[in-house]
């Protein structure tokens, strides 16, 4: 835990990011960098009239690190991202906090 979810982004890319990515986040969030999964997910983007570009979306499961701690993972996020994209595109950072209650590791309370 923390486990990432990346979306809206070609997988070689990811990929070219993907170990600076976990240390950075290992070192924003105090946490080793064992600890992070990340995981690609194939999207088709939809809209009116059909197939839609992809945008990078990265969604974060963690327990809560407090908005400021938010705020530089998404900045450290966009810093990696942008320039693997299109100028002007958009990349969204969904943060999704769990509650330690609600968290199990091999069918035991976390």
């Not at 982004?9 to 290992?26: R, Y």
């Amino acid at each position: 835990m923390p486990h990432i979810r990346v979306r809206g982004l070609p997988f070689e890319d990811l990929e070219s990011i993907s170990d600076t990515l976990v240390e950075t986040l290992a070192d924003l969030t105090d946490t080793p960098n064992s600890h992070f999964t990340l995981e690609y997910q194939s999207s088709l983007y939809l809209a009116v009239g059909g197939a839609s570009p992809a945008y990078p979306f990265i969604e974060i499961l963690w327990f809560d690190r407090g908005p400021e701690v938010k705020a530089k993972v998404a900045q450290a996020i966009d810093d990696l991202v942008r320039p693997l994209i299109e100028a002007g595109q958009d990349i969204t950072t969904l943060f999704q906090d769990l509650k330690g209650s609600d968290y199990f590791e091999n069918g035991e309370h976390f």
